[in-house]
């Protein structure tokens, strides 16, 4: 797996969604590429960043109803 299509993968949010054999290719590259490895850790702390906006949103929804 190239640096490319993993990055396509992770950020379209389409690994919980793969086969396993698939997964495991994306975990062996996270495993030696630090750069991947870094990506999908900002990528996992933006994405509960969003939830946490997304709440954040509805609970304000919530008050102003
Ligand atoms: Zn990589």
Known sequence: MRC???VFLQSSGQIPTMGWWR????LAHVWI???C???RHND????AYVAQLHAHWDAADQQAK
């Open 37 to 39: 490895r870094s990506f």
């Open 23 to 26: 997964r495991s290719s994306t």
């Open 44 to 47: 996992e702390l933006l994405t």
């Open 4 to 6: 490319k299509e993993f």
């Open 33 to 35: 590429c630090r750069h």
